[in-house]
């Protein structure tokens, strides 16, 4: 059955067992033999209501009763119109003009598009190079490959093929704050933009840093004339305890990028949201000043309407005081796990716990061990996580509690 199909993130000759599934409904998976998982980690951070929430469904059934797709080049249609006015009006000012995509990785690709012609339409050409971050993920499409961590081993062999980026540590102290500044001074006549996941840093590690830290990168980035992307797409919609998590500051981004909670796990959708600023350097009377970009399914009907629905729980669901509850209970239930020589250190926040573990081990084991306590959770290298359905109720939280213990009993 496996033959032709190609997994990501997947080694094909190595890996000798697949989990079949056969349907999923709230936070449960189930298998094709019948069995169940509890879902640890909402379908890479997806499914922040849960699978089939009835809300979403009937917008989406509605909506493919009416028109499935259609296209945004010169057409516009309700959803895409109805859904970029609510998002703006969740954003922050003067976060005000939204650009459709269908993925995480080509949200990052527009925004960093949009920041070098920028800066071309106010004749700056050569700021064109980015500043990003260690631990950071931006996707697995080449630009936004660029941006992330060249010592992660995923893309580790395109670094050649890859436009050379600056990526630097996230600064702790005074001292590393003024070699930041003294770094950006150097470069700011060929930079572009400083992108970052704010407050969390998901895929390379499930990492923190604080507001504070934000804020002061931030203000050098605005202080030297470089444009500040947030890159949102994990962290959007609940995820920390706040609506976005950039809202956990005082400072908002020139363009933020937000994708997988967007439409609740149901269908993939992307959005760029750049400033008033940003948008209007496009606007003049040369038609090659217009942002050339256009994804296909851009704005598709099908997944604005799931995003609206989704919207719409977050507004009348408690659902960023269940990601808060979600971080006190795994701070409780998780803190005796230091007691294990295994275990380096225990990260919470919002609807995401990780245990850093103080050695690699073999990750193909490690899920096998959690699918046989019931529940699918997949560790990123050295990292055990859980990022769960916000609206996850306690008894399926404790089993993933009682899974993580388990195995690391397992291999302690």
């Known amino acids: 059955m496996i033959d032709h199909l190609w997994l990501p993130y997947t080694q094909m000759k190595s890996q000798k067992s697949f989990v079949h599934v056969e349907e999923a409904y709230g936070t449960t998976i189930v298998l094709k033999d019948g069995s169940t998982l509890i879902d640890g980690i909402a379908s890479w951070w997806t499914a922040c209501h849960g699978y089939r929430h009835e809300k979403i469904e009937e917008r989406v059934i509605a909506q493919i009763k009416k028109m499935p797709h259609m296209m945004l080049g010169g057409i516009v249609h309700d959803p895409a119109l109805i859904l970029s006015k609510k998002l703006t009006g969740l954003l922050d000012p003067p976060l005000e003009h939204v650009f459709f995509s269908e993925s995480g990785s080509v949200s990052v690709e527009i925004a960093m598009k949009m920041a070098i012609q920028y800066f071309q339409n106010y004749k700056q050409p050569d700021k064109k190079k980015f500043i990003s971050f260690y631990n950071g993920y931006h996707g697995d499409t080449f630009a936004a490959m660029s941006v992330c961590d060249p010592n992660e081993g995923m893309h580790a062999r395109f670094n050649d093929s890859l436009i050379k ?100 796990g149901t269908l993939p959708l992307a959005a760029t949201v ?28 099908l997944a604005c309407s799931a995003a609206l629905a989704s919207i719409e729980l977050f507004e009348e669901q408690p659902r960023l005081e269940q990601a808060k509850e979600i971080e006190s209970f795994c701070k409780a239930s998780l803190s005796h796990l230091l007691n294990y020589s295994i275990v380096k250190e225990i990260r919470c926040m919002g609807a995401m716990a990780a245990i850093e573990l103080s050695r690699p081990t073999d990750l193909i084991q490690l899920r096998a061990y959690f699918v046989g306590e019931g529940v699918w959770i997949r560790p990123l290298n050295s990292v055990i996580y859980i990022m769960p359905s916000l609206n996850i109720d306690k008894s399926s939280l404790e089993k993933l509690i009682k899974a993580i213990e388990k195995t690391i009993q397992k291999i302690n």
Not at 202 to 214: S, V
Not at 287 to 293: G, K, P, R, S, T
């Open 165 to 264: 980026q600056y990526v630097l540590n996230i600064p702790s102290s005074d001292s590393e704050f003024n070699d930041l500044e003294n770094f950006i001074k150097n470069v700011t006549d060929h930079t572009a933009a400083i992108i970052i996941e704010p407050i969390l840093q998901a895929a390379g590690g499930m990492k923190l840093h604080d507001a504070d830290t934000l804020e002061r990168i931030v203000r050098l980035a605005k202080k030297h004339n470089l444009i500040v992307i947030f890159d949102e797409i994990a962290t959007g919609f609940g995820r920390t305890g706040k609506l976005f998590a950039y809202q956990h500051t005082n400072i908002v981004p020139d363009i933020i990028t937000l994708s997988k909670a967007l439409t609740g």
């Open 274 to 301: 750049a400033s008033k600023k940003i948008y209007e350097s496009f606007l003049t009377e040369d038609y090659e000043d217009a942002f050339m970009h256009g994804p296909t399914y851009c704005g598709n009907p």
